[in-house]
């Protein structure tokens, strides 16, 4: 039942929605495997009282669909950020609302491997309502290509797969996004600049 | 730091909720029959193994500074240069894995209890952070669950009709420990200095000689805080790779000797640890108004820290307190973390 997720491989990931067809418990090594990272993201996006919902939607959805999962096309991994995302998509009020909490009030506290970000959170305290209010003013569908490289850390590749959309699509709405927040924020880093030039 | 890094720092960590798993688990179960998932049927010995209270002893007494004077004349600095040279004659690690094992202590935001009976309630929790050398980094976590957090506190808990849970601020409190998880951490820095993301390889590549080293941290501060102070965060982000990063031990040994530069790093004295453990106390402020301060005990015999509180943080009620267990290389496989 110790399914831990730095275990889990794509291959295997996929294998065991295959079996699962046959024999529906094994989609439970599915949701061990990967309830703890779409929690965390729903509740980044919806804030902890939502994601409850959400996530066991986007779990019940997938189990429903899992004999249209493809693994050729996306990952499970990707595919349920996929699922989370769109149903995420559904509550765009809550999502304003919690994005304006966040604005006022940040996030709890601290990560582990993140001390000294105190320090800086406490220097950047200022410039949060700005990024808040940028962050709530973005399209939907711009919204999401952003938070989902930021938050979940996924590839172009696996945005596309895992919302549909063509790879270069992904590029352009994660650019106009980006754009939009650098504005906001107001005054350009030189330094941040040339760095995005090279990593490209 | 790019927009990317404010996103991460905006959101922060969604809080922890040990029963949340379960519940989820409970709910897809209990789904109308056509739906339902025959996966889900554990749920009942899940939640009796979570229900199994586990009295867990966390040290309470704040560490005691004893302050400089009468017998000691041995300054702060030339402590932190012999940790440095501790530090320094530290061997290079050959073991598989880099991990540190931290005990965090913080109080609950909001008294609980009700009416006349209101106390505060303190939450510990272990995390541990493992890297592998060739760059992968899981996160392991496991709540420890809430206490009263005086004998005033214990009182008033009792005369509450001591619950051991409790809802507050959107999630559920509880006395007793969680199940704990390792997660890998994947798709983003998993370290950061100064709020700038880091990964295993750049902590490696950072420079030895201790004036690169500050000048290297002070460049990514800039980036990441423009305005303010610098020197306090500098003083953090150097702290930091003594402590919460796998950093080589000839950049460990240049930390402790920029941190002996530094101005606005003070000499406290001598101090015991929450765990009993003998050290000397440093602190500085990490703002320019000087209300957040950091402290802490290092221990220059083994260059080792042993723990760090973060005092006078606006929102935070009472001090965060987080004692080293563990630190450094080890041929264990990363595991969820077990009791103290």
Known sequence: ?200 | MDELEKIRELYGEPPADPFLKARVRERLAAEPRRRRLPWTTAVAGLAAAMAVTVAVAVPGTPGEVRPPGQTATVSGRSILLAAAATAEADPVATSAYWRVRKLYRQTHPERLGRGENRYWVVESRLTEQWAARDGRVWSGSRTLGARPASGADTEAWRRDGAPTEWSSRDRVLSMSPEKGRLTAVTGRAPFSMAGRGMTFEQIQGLPADPAALKARVTEAVREGAPTGALDGVVADALSGLLWSKPSPPDVRAAAYRALAELPNVRYLGEAVDERGRKGAAFSFTVQATETVRRTLIIDSASSQVLSSTVTGRPGVVGDQVEVVLDAGWTDDPPAVPGLP
């Open chain 1, 1 to 200: 039942m110790t399914a831990l997720s730095w275990a889990a491989r794509p291959a295997e990931d996929a294998e065991v929605v295959r079996l699962s067809l046959d024999e529906s418990e094994r989609f439970s090594a599915v949701f061990d495997t990967y309830f703890g990272e779409i929690h965390r993201y729903v509740a980044q996006r919806l804030g902890a009282d939502g994601a409850e919902d959400i996530v066991a939607e986007t779990f019940l959805t997938a189990f429903r669909k899992r004999a249209r999962y493809d693994p050729s096309r996306a990952s499970v991994r990707a595919w349920l950020y996929g699922i989370a995302t769109n149903l995420i998509g559904k509550h765009r009020r809550v999502e304003v609302r919690t994005l304006r909490a966040l604005g006022r009030h940040g996030p709890d506290p601290d990560a582990p491997g993140h001390e000294e970000r105190i320090a800086v959170r406490v220097s950047a305290e200022s410039l949060r309502p700005s990024l808040a209010a940028a962050l709530a003013g973005l399209h939907q569908r711009d919204r999401d290509v952003l938070l989902l490289v930021a938050l979940a850390g996924l590839s172009h590749e696996e945005i596309s797969t895992a919302l549909g959309i063509p790879y270069g699509t992904v590029a352009s709405r994660l650019n106009r996004a980006r754009k939009k927040l650098r504005a906001a924020l107001g005054g350009t880093n030189p330094m941040a600049e040339s760095e995005e030039a090279g990593r490209g």
